[in-house]
């Protein structure tokens, strides 16, 4: 299998497509460049009215969470006013003190905030209901709004029923809207930390996957470093976000309420954010943002999932800051993954500036990540937000200066000028949903699909065009081809890399302005372990966790994981993910006993065998046991001293994988399939509930 690990052999694939297929690229993205200029000459930029990307309105219900990288930074208040539809937001004191700054944001909000207040008792101020009475008396409301807010849990009562109950209200009155669930925060409160908090936040994040809504996180706002859902006591406030005088330790400060109101505005998709600025007081907090979008349909080729994992994505890593920033800085942080999906088969994700002397244009053109061209680059020579930086690569006429590779403040210059002038282009009007959230999957491979758009405006409308860009993106018309020398093609690494950030990727990329072991966590995905520069059995933690959600089954995953993935391709979306039948069935028993398991379902020594093998090609299929008794791959330890990625027992009977261990807590977090009808997640237990605790030693370490 050819690919471009070997960049001189990628290279070479490239020079061998056909002649006529790079020369009719190259012809394409003269004339329409030469439209757009002429556009650009004629007109004023046209202004895009935001559309609604989140869950609820991508149709289904099988979305899939994506980390937001324009959160991971909090903005001060010179944010514009949002527009678009009105947005309801119901909560307790820090709400109505909050209020004003949301009043300035929201063109159109509607604020129901009463001090006290949970969803079963009531406030004593306002209109002093109750949240589930004020959702009854605000029907009105609710029932226009284009977006809800709830900010409840400060004062207790958030569980998992009394959340699903509140759910359930809203979406009767109004099944259209997305929901939003601010999660909670106090400061130097260790007891009420413990006693409340930390339990509103673990059901808010619980049921955020199956009610489906959104948790933006303001716990993460005013201390980076905090897991919403395990507060220590010991939370800071940096930014003098929280006002103490009273000794509640909650209600927002001047400043704080700016900032909370911020927060909101941006994150919920009813306008842009612009002229934001990090807010003041240090590195700028880190927020826990998820948008969702509905996967359903795909299903790529296992040949390209492989070439992804194993050699795009440790080449494309190293970027994802630079495509963050590109991104931001025209308005469209969701789909930084653009980038990557053009950087690959245009530069094999190198750094490149070497002349571009391909097709029409003379020797010494400009070129770069995206193989830009002098007519792409020199109108902008003259632009105050890109020239500056473009002359330190080309002449005024276009000519490149000799250059071997870009810094990073030339990549991301280069990265805006992709959004700016090529997916403007492509997109037209449409452009306005980049900034609104990510691209919803589409099968289609015609102009109905908007990564059809930008590709065939990229490479024309060839059919090898086509193919480079949908290389891999399905089975069937558009699985992967070895007459394609580029693989998988854009759309396939656009949604491949949309999955990687649900499994908690983003947690292992260090985002400038981000905490870099926060930012990419959902409710579905632990925090904690950066990938990055994981080595031994913290891999093994992180390979696990893109099986989160599936269903444990007895038998399940004691194969290869080359076989488990083969039958278990995208385990985001599974072809057969809850086990059905009796004893005997054929794929699989609910009841966990038949030791025949579904495609997408493991137990708990499985799914170590699997990740262990997709981390470092061992191959090696344990039970509880023989995991024990395998010092070859597994040192005994102290329980005590456990880390990210090994693994505990049980009695010799059951296993999980280490997240993490709060030891002033006496806390232990894990990962692991835990038993019949149970899907795979994270679980919270005492060192004293374990025998044993084991190293991962083998091969790789």
């Not at 514009?80 to 944001?105: C, E, F, N, R, V």
């Not at 997916?423 to 990510?438: E, H, N, T, V, W």
């Not at 959902?522 to 893109?546: F, H, P, R, W």
């Not at 391709?569 to 069935?585: C, E, H, K, R």
Request: glycine share 10%.
């Amino acid at each position: 299998m050819q690919g471009f690990n070997d960049m001189a052999m990628f290279k070479i694939l490239r020079q061998d497509s056909s002649f006529w297929f790079r020369a009719q690229k190259i012809l394409w993205k003269f004339f329409a460049t030469l439209s757009v200029l002429v556009l650009l000459a004629t007109s004023q930029a046209a202004a895009f009215t935001p559309e609604d990307f989140s869950c609820a309105n991508q149709g289904g219900t099988g979305g899939t969470c994506f980390y937001n990288p324009d959160t991971c930074t909090t903005t001060s208040s010179t944010s514009t006013a949002a527009d678009g539809g009105s947005t309801y937001i119901l909560g307790d004191s820090i709400t109505a003190k909050a209020a004003d700054a949301y009043t300035k944001l929201f063109s159109a909000v509607s604020i129901d905030g009463s001090s006290s207040r949970t969803l079963s008792s009531p406030g004593i101020d306002g209109n002093k209901l109750s949240g589930m009475d004020a959702i009854k008396q605000d029907s009105s409301q609710i029932s226009s709004a284009s977006t809800i807010v709830i900010a409840l849990g400060t004062n207790g009562g958030d569980t998992k029923s009394s959340i699903d109950s509140a759910i359930q209200a809203l979406k009767a009155i109004n099944s259209t809207a997305p929901i939003y669930w601010v999660d909670t925060f106090v400061l130097d409160r260790p007891t009420y930390n413990q006693s409340v908090i930390a339990k509103a936040n673990k059901a808010i994040y619980d049921e955020a996957s199956s009610q489906n809504y959104n948790v933006i996180s303001w716990a993460k706002t005013v201390d980076p470093d905090i897991n919403p859902q395990y507060p220590t006591g010991n939370e800071k406030d940096t930014n003098s976000y929280i006002d103490n005088s009273d000794g509640l330790g909650v209600h927002p400060t001047a400043s704080g309420a700016t900032a909370l109101a911020n927060l909101v505005s941006t994150t919920v998709g009813n306008g842009s954010a612009a002229s934001a600025t990090p807010a003041a007081g240090g590195t700028p907090p880190s927020t826990l943002v998820m948008q969702k979008v509905d996967l359903s349909g795909f299903h790529p080729d296992p040949q390209a999932i492989d070439y992804f994992k194993k050699t795009s994505l440790p080449l494309l890593k190293k970027y994802i800051p630079l495509y963050v920033q590109a991104a931001q800085a025209e308005g469209a942080p969701q789909n930084w993954e653009l980038l990557a999906a053009i950087h690959g088969p245009e530069l094999a994700y190198g750094n490149y500036f070497q002349s571009n002397g391909a097709g029409s244009f003379p020797a010494g053109g400009p070129s770069g990540p995206f193989q830009e061209t002098m007519h792409e680059l020199t109108p902008y020579l003259s632009d105050p937000a890109y020239g500056p930086v473009l002359k330190t690569l080309v002449t005024p006429a276009g000519v490149t200066i000799p250059h071997s590779h870009v810094s990073d403040a030339q990549f991301v210059i280069l990265g805006r000028l992709a959004f700016k002038h090529w997916f403007s282009d492509a997109l037209g009007s449409d452009y306005s949903k980049l900034k609104s959230g990510p691209i919803p999957f589409n099968p289609a491979v015609d102009s109905s699909n908007p990564l059809y758009k930008i590709e065939s405006t990229w490479n024309g409308v060839s059919s090898t065009g086509l193919a480079e860009g949908f290389n891999g993106y399905n089975t069937g018309a558009q699985a992967y081809s070895t007459s394609i020398s580029v693989w998988p093609g854009i759309a396939t690494t656009y949604y491949l890399l949309k999955q990687w950030e649900a499994s908690g990727g983003m947690s292992t990329i260090n985002v400038p302005g981000a905490a870099a072991s926060n930012c990419g966590s959902s409710a579905t995905s632990a925090t904690g372990t950066n990938c990055e520069s994981a080595v031994g059995d913290a891999k093994i933690l992180c390979e696990a966790k893109q099986y989160s959600g599936i269903w444990y089954v007895w038998g399940g995953g004691h194969e290869s994981y080359s076989t488990f993935q083969a039958a278990c391709p995208d385990p985001l979306n599974p072809p057969n993910n809850q086990p059905t039948g009796g004893p005997g069935a054929a794929r699989g028993d609910p009841g966990g006993n038949t030791g025949n398991p579904s495609p997408c379902a493991v137990d708990c020594s499985g799914l170590v065998s699997v990740a262990a093998d997709q981390a470092f090609g061992i191959n090696v299929q344990w039970d509880v046991g023989s995991l024990e008794a395998d010092a070859t791959n597994w040192k005994q330890i102290d329980i005590s001293t456990v880390q990210a990625g090994d693994v505990v027992v049980r009695d010799a009977s059951h296993v999980e994988i280490v997240d993490n261990y709060d030891s002033s807590g006496g806390k232990l977090h894990t990962f692991g399939a835990f038993a019949a009808n149970v899907k795979t997640g994270t679980d919270t237990s005492s060192l004293s509930d374990w025998t044993g605790a084991y190293h991962y030693v083998g091969k790789g370490t």
